[in-house]
Nanobody, 119 residues
Framework: QVQLIESGGGSVQAGGSLRLSCAASIRTKNYAMAWFRQAPGKEREFVAA??????TYAESVEGRFTISTDNAGSTVYLQMNSLKPEDTAVYYC???????????????WGQGTQVTVSS
């Protein structure tokens, strides 16, 4: 069973920045790593994903968020800048065999980390 441990969540004012980290228990070089988020009362939604040199973002975060991995290939990051109140959600790290924006297609999940952006 793959373990994904997120960290870096917290509370910030609008316009601020946070950096999320996700440490995987395996080398992730040949897997897709992604971030999803879920706000209260809403469905889980795609945020960003990376696999090899392919990167994709949700339109709502494009230009503000940056996904990256470390050289060892076991940690994925999400740098979040210019945060907005609507970015408030639990952010989940995910790992799967291919890039996808659909949560149902992702087999491995972290426990989630709360991000709260106040206006």
């Amino acid at each position: 069973q793959v373990q994904l441990i997120e960290s870096g969540g917290g509370s910030v004012q609008a316009g601020g920045s946070l950096r999320l980290s996700c440490a995987a228990s395996i080398r992730t070089k040949n897997y897709a790593m992604a971030w999803f988020r879920q706000a209260p009362g809403k469905e889980r939604e795609f945020v960003a994903a990376i696999m090899w040199s392919s990167i994709t973002y949700a339109e709502s975060v494009e230009g503000r968020f940056t996904i990256s991995t470390d050289n060892a290939g076991s940690t994925v990051y999400l740098q979040m800048n210019s945060l907005k109140p609507e970015d408030t959600a639990v952010y989940y790290c995910a790992l799967g065999p291919f890039l996808t924006r659909l949560p149902d297609q992702v087999p491995n999940w972290g426990q989630g980390t709360q991000v709260t952006v106040s206006s």
